[in-house]
């Protein structure tokens, strides 16, 4: 009996899914180097790194996309990471779709707020990764 | 600041924050207002709706009555009028420019929506009216095989075409509805990534010379300063030996050139940059002076610089020409031509400018053709609908792109959505004007063509 009742609570407090752990640590990157593209088109006026800019921008809203998707459903299941999570990733998001809009002006016009939403796009996405793997933890225990 | 609106709506997620619904400014002629650059975070779009014309024409002014000479053609760009009234149409597609951003990716199928589904022909075809009853009963295939041909000029005995990649020669006689051999490449024309590809052209009056307009390969330099090079310039071209020079430069896409009747100037209608508001940047008319610069990509109707260039060039900018003639934002001028006196009073003395028609602007504008008044060599007055009811409440039945008048008092005008050459001509003829040159043998009465009975049908209905 003591068994069971043990695997019962393993399962409530379930770990993040692989899938949802592959997503949210493919984003991050992916925004980070949108980021550092954004600086290296400002310092350098070289407008190749913009191109670079939009595309990573591009693949990690796809990867955040679904990850916001996934966290939907972390929601009705109860688990971790909850609700904290599905606010940051809708932030980070609704954010980094204004910045992927921004990054579709033409050469200079991107500037400033391609930098800016750039850094805070990044921030936020780091900040929902680290909050969405800190589940192990509580669900490895207890 | 604009930039700081920008982004406090953004930050707002105002997500669709645009700039529709401004009412048209003022902004025709030597002086037009410019407002403050602007842009919500999507470009204001409204994608023509493509419809039949059915039993529609379009609509010219009262006295003058408009045709189809032509139907079911292969995208026609420009027209040239023969010196025996048989009329050339340039038809095709051309362009290559790779997508570069997801952006491109997500507007390309959206703009296409707009324009024929039709695939280009790459050929010349030609049109002949033998008897002079305004139906031009003939037609047939003058050439094939080239890249996307635009711009034509006829110098004595010699076709030139430009084509995309390349300034071709014909050997023409008069008469001919076929040409003899294959062109004779006479210089090539710069093409690469060709993100305006269109090759517009005229001669010189004494025929030495040839202007090639090449527009930019780029909205404003997203493709970098060195996609530009030998862009957004017009050519003079030494057809004897190929050789060319830059005579003027700074103009983003001279889509048509055309020499002013009686002088040796040359006047272009030229294409000015998308995404900065409803209302700016003017297409505009200028005459082109020789080493002049106009700007792109750094400033805009003179010294308005464009902030999304960067690096800036202060000294291009102090020597920036602001045009002589504007036509309003975003109209997308591709059709320049002269009148002449049997065009008729109050058409007699002006340019005739075809405007294609918006994309960039929640209002659309263009989808027409209009006469801007001259008075001693000089735009005077403001534009007046010539042809129009391209695009009537919503729906777009046409896109005017060539016009061409031929001397004997008509308006030839291709349009490239409903694929058919338009042809307009006062209901009475002016003037018995004498025809600048013999008409050709088979042609028996090529001096009236618009002589036609005035009780006949004034349109002839497009096959759709």
Excluded at chain 1, 88 to 104: M, Q, S
Excluded at chain 2, 137 to 161: D, I, K, T
Excluded at chain 2, 189 to 213: C, E, Q
Aim: hydrophobic share 40%.
């Amino acid at each position: 009996m003591a068994a069971t009742s043990d695997r019962t609570r393993f399962r409530v407090v379930r770990p993040l899914h692989p899938f949802h752990a592959f997503l949210l640590a493919g984003m991050v990157p992916l925004f980070f180097g949108g980021l550092l593209c954004d600086w290296a088109y400002r310092s350098s006026q070289h407008i190749q790194w913009s191109n670079f800019a939009s595309w990573l921008i591009t693949g990690a809203m796809v990867l955040c996309g679904i990850a916001l998707v996934c966290s939907i459903f972390g929601l009705f299941r109860g688990g971790r990471p909850g609700l904290l999570h599905f606010l940051l990733l809708l932030a980070t998001f609704v954010l980094g779709f204004i910045n992927a809009l921004v990054h579709g002006q033409d050469a200079w016009a991107i500037f400033p707020e391609a930098l800016v939403l750039s850094l805070i796009v990044t921030a936020l996405a780091i900040v929902a990764t680290w909050q969405g793997f800190s589940g192990y933890r509580a669900g490895g225990v207890s | 600041m604009n930039r700081v609106h920008v982004f406090a709506a953004a930050t707002a997620t105002v997500l669709l924050a645009s700039c529709g619904g401004t009412p048209p400014a003022p902004e025709y002629g030597a002086n037009p207002t410019l407002p403050e650059p602007s842009r919500g975070l999507l470009p204001s779009m409204v994608i023509a709706s493509p419809g039949e014309w059915g039993d529609r024409r379009p609509v010219v002014p009262d006295g003058y009555r408009i045709t189809a000479i032509a139907t079911d053609l292969k995208i026609p760009r420009q027209t040239l009028v023969l010196p025996n009234g048989d009329i050339l149409v340039a038809e095709g597609r051309g362009g290559s420019a790779a997508k570069l951003k997801p952006k491109d990716i997500i507007a390309g199928p959206i703009k296409a929506a707009g324009n024929t589904s039709v695939k280009g022909g790459n050929r010349l075809s030609l049109l002949r009216d033998a008897d002079g009853d305004g139906t031009y009963e003939l037609q047939s295939v003058f050439a094939e095989n080239l890249n996307a041909p635009y711009g034509l000029a006829l110098v004595g005995n010699a076709l030139y075409v430009a084509n995309q990649d390349a300034l071709v020669r014909f050997d023409y006689r008069e008469g001919q509805t076929q040409a003899s051999g294959a062109p004779v490449k006479v210089a090539d024309l710069p093409s690469d990534i060709n993100h305006h590809w269109t090759k517009s052209m005229t001669a010189s009056p004494d025929g030495r010379f040839l202007y090639v307009g090449i527009g930019s390969n780029s909205n404003i330099t997203e493709r970098g300063m060195t996609a530009e090079v030998d862009r957004a310039v017009v050519w003079q071209i030494d057809p004897a030996t190929g050789m060319h020079k830059a005579y003027a430069t700074g103009l983003r896409n001279p889509t048509a050139l055309a020499i002013l009747p009686g002088t040796d100037q040359l006047w272009a209608a030229v294409n000015e940059r998308d995404e900065l508001g409803p209302n700016l940047v003017p297409d505009y008319l200028t005459s082109v002076r020789e080493g002049g610069f106009y700007g792109w990509p750094y400033s805009y109707w003179g010294q308005n610089v464009d902030p999304r260039v960067m690096p800036q060039d202060p000294e291009k900018v102090a020597s920036a020409i602001k045009p002589d003639y504007a036509l309003g934002s975003h109209v997308a001028a591709l059709g320049l031509d002269f009148s002449v006196a049997a065009m008729g009073g109050a058409f007699a003395n002006g340019a005739f400018v075809g405007e294609h028609g918006s994309w960039n602007r929640a209002e659309p504008v263009g989808y027409k053709v209009v006469f801007v008044p001259f008075r001693n060599g000089r735009p005077a007055g403001d534009p007046i609908d010539f042809v129009s009811g391209f695009n009537v409440d919503g729906t777009t039945y046409g896109r005017p792109v060539g016009v061409t008048v031929d001397p004997r008092g008509a308006l030839i005008v291709a349009d490239d959505l409903s694929n058919t050459i338009w042809r307009v001509t006062p209901e009475t003829p002016v003037t018995p004007a004498a025809p600048t040159s013999p008409p050709e043998p088979a042609a028996t009465d090529g001096a009236s063509p618009e002589a036609a009975p005035a009780g006949e049908g004034a349109s002839t209905p497009p096959v759709p």
